[in-house]
């Protein structure tokens, strides 16, 4: 499995608090060229995850919003028909 399968397979919170801990270190220095650059590599895959996680969470909400959206306006409309027609018996 590659590392990206890997970070893929990870929730949302485990990749954000991974990406965390991965900041924490590249900001307190002490590692080597090599070392700050796997770290950064790291960091960028784990910020992928954490988007992705983020994007899909925002169209299932968009989706959910559209779904209420459509079933208040369909029962805004079944309710005017309602009303049109008992008002021509009159």
């Known amino acids: 499995m590659t590392s990206s399968n890997v970070s893929e397979a990870l929730g949302y919170e485990q990749a954000r608090d991974e990406l965390i801990d ?6 307190t220095g002490g590692t080597t060229l ?7 590599e790291r960091g960028e895959e784990l ?22 959206g459509a079933d208040a306006e369909e029962e805004s409309d079944g ?11 009159e």
């Open 79 to 89: 309710e005017g028909q309602e009303g049109r027609s008992g008002s021509g018996g």
């Open 34 to 40: 090599e070392e700050s650059l796997a770290l950064w």
């Open 22 to 27: 991965v900041v924490r270190r590249l900001e």
């Open 47 to 68: 910020a992928k995850v954490c988007r992705q996680w983020l994007e899909g969470a925002r169209k299932r909400l968009d989706a959910a919003l559209a779904d209420e």
